[in-house]
């Protein structure tokens, strides 16, 4: 059950709305289910002779006493609650409602029960799975009623009503939630044939620039370049940026003006202040300073980087775990950047999903997940085309997922749970896609029943506790192809599955010959490196004359290239 507490000066254009057609004319049956009175609220759902401005005179009364006094009307004195059940619930009888909506003015402070000079107010059905609480703010002894946190309260009475009556138990909120798209916003969207509102495109959009820029000029560089328009505020005296506003190509109101969005009212953590916060203090290099990775070296360094990120979400600093789950939000969107067509909507669909679960009351230390955030902007470069690691970085990525999902629960903060969850649902499809052809293919290079014998006798000499259930695993032969590529370079076998066993427990795995795969996928050629090694010893360069000053390498741009899709 879903409440969304807002506040207006216009009493009767509300009423209009409540008992009309609707926007779309969705709304069968207005009727008023409850009410401070319902002998003294004239309905005109129901009662022919009602009219909505009978109806607004008579919730406006104290209002207007009130503005007699002090010859001007109370600011926002409109308040407005609907309430609706979640999709699958059951629908509930008027009567029902009227205890739902009496429970929910009282918990507020509109109506506290036994109040004689509480406010008035009415709650309209117009449709099987919400109503709306309309309220006058102003009580009868002249004084505005105490509606602070009046969402939480309304949020936490619903929890309650949600037990009692048998429904879907939704996750209570923490104030980090972006702001709920209205219902004119989403009807705008059915309008232009969207399938997302201009605000929560626009919030997407702000998080995958993020993720990819290194400065701020880039980050609205690279939203103009995507066609959406950028309003700096700038300060008079400071002449810098103070604020922004977004909006989306084709977004107009009825004057055929662009209809602008605040960074802040997008999400919490894209003010300006906040991104300022996360690149100036998240250790980034400069593009001056730093040439472009290699693919590999991309993807190796974020798995690594990844890893490190589990062991964090198993210690004690709250605030180190959660900058390590912000950056991780930006491995997520940069993944999806060069992942191939089969499984890049998955990804994409997860770094939408957790953008929501890496904003928490815990503040971040940036500065304490410096390596992963870097491993994340280089991540940029990546191509997928490096064998199985991108399948490799993708299962330890769902493994993050599922970490993060866990981090949250234990610290009571569902909503970034449930967040979480969905981020591992559809990081778990991606795997899949991604996983099962280089599986296939590793399965179809099987080594010889000689070579394998002898790899089966390997692992239960060096993971006795594992092997059995190795063994019997579907993907078994895949293993045992990685067994022999790993061994063809340079590695010590018993050494190797030792280590790969011990970075984490493996009884849980759904298929710990998969995690093993990966695992050894991501160890380095022992062999390449021992030639690279040679070969550098042997045709190392004579250090210059202390007079002579060595040639600067020409620095390599290290501006990605964005393309609007």
């Known amino acids: 059950m879903v409440p969304d507490v807002s506040t207006g000066s216009h009493t009767a254009g509300l009423l209009y709305y409540l008992f009309g057609k609707g926007r779309r004319d969705e709304h069968a ?94 709650a309209v059905r117009h449709a099987d799975d919400h109503i709306h609480i309309a309220a006058v703010s102003v009580r009868a002894d002249g004084r505005r009623a105490r509606t602070n946190r009046d969402g939480q309260r309304a949020q936490a009475e619903c929890r309650l009503i949600e037990e009692e009556y048998g429904l879907r138990q939704l996750k209570s909120g923490d104030m980090t939630a972006p702001k709920t798209p209205t219902s004119a916003e989403q009807a705008k969207a059915d309008r232009m044939g969207r399938d997302i509102t201009s605000r929560a495109w626009l919030r997407d959009q702000a998080y995958a620039v993020l993720a990819a820029v290194r400065t701020e000029e880039e980050f609205f560089d690279v939203l103009g370049a995507l066609g959406i328009k950028v309003n700096k505020r700038i300060g008079t005296e400071t002449g810098k940026v103070t604020g922004y506003s977004l909006a989306a190509p084709g977004d107009t109101n009825t004057d055929g003006e662009p209809v602008y969005f605040g960074g802040s009212k997008l999400a919490p953590d894209l003010s300006i202040v906040r991104i300022r916060e996360t690149l100036t203090r998240s250790g980034h290099v400069t593009p001056a300073s730093r040439t472009r990775p290699s693919p590999l070296d991309a993807w190796q360094s974020a798995e690594t980087a990844l890893r490190e990120t589990t062991t964090v979400l198993g210690g004690s600093d709250d605030e180190e775990a959660q900058a390590h789950l912000a950056a991780y939000s930006t491995v997520l969107h940069n993944a999806a950047l060069n992942a191939p067509p089969t499984y890049r909507a998955d990804l994409r669909a997860a770094a939408a999903a957790f953008n929501r679960a890496r904003r928490s009351a815990i503040r971040a230390d940036h500065d304490k997940a410096t390596a992963l955030r870097q491993a994340a902007k280089d991540l940029i470069y990546a191509s997928h085309d490096a064998g199985g690691l991108p399948v490799a970085v993708i299962a330890t990525i769902l493994h993050l997922a599922v970490a993060a999902a866990r981090w949250y629960e234990q610290r009571g903060y569902q909503q970034q749970a449930a967040a979480a969850q969905q981020t591992v649902a559809h990081l778990r499809a991606g795997y899949q896609r991604a996983a099962e052809p280089v599986l296939a293919d590793l399965t179809r290079r099987t080594p010889s029943p000689q070579a394998a014998r002898r790899f089966e006798t390997t692992l239960r000499q060096a993971i006795p506790d594992h092997a059995d259930r190795l063994l019997t695993d579907p993907a078994w032969p895949a293993l045992a192809t990685t067994l022999a590529q790993a061994e063809t370079a340079g590695h010590h076998l018993p050494t190797l599955l030792r280590q790969v066993a011990a970075e984490r427990e493996l009884d849980t795995a759904h298929s710990p010959a998969e995690v093993l795969t990966w695992r050894i996928t991501t160890a380095p050629n022992r062999r390449a490196a021992a030639a690279q090694t040679r070969t550098t010893t042997v045709r190392a360069t004579p250090p210059a004359p202390e007079h002579v000053q060595p040639a600067r390498p020409a620095a390599v741009p290290d501006q990605p290239v964005h393309r609007r899709r």
């Open 29 to 122: 049956d207005p009727h008023i289910v409850a009410a401070w009175d319902m002998a003294g609220a004239p309905d005109p759902g129901r009662n022919p002779d009602a009219t909505i401005v009978q109806l607004a005179d008579r919730l406006d009364l104290h209002a207007r006493l009130r503005a007699k006094e002090t010859g001007k009307m109370p600011t926002k004195h409109m308040w407005h609650c609907p309430v609706r059940t979640a999709p699958g619930d059951r629908y509930l009888t008027d009567a029902e409602w009227a205890e739902v909506a009496r429970r929910i003015v009282a918990a507020t402070g509109i109506a506290p029960d036994g109040d004689d000079l509480a406010c008035r107010w009415i």
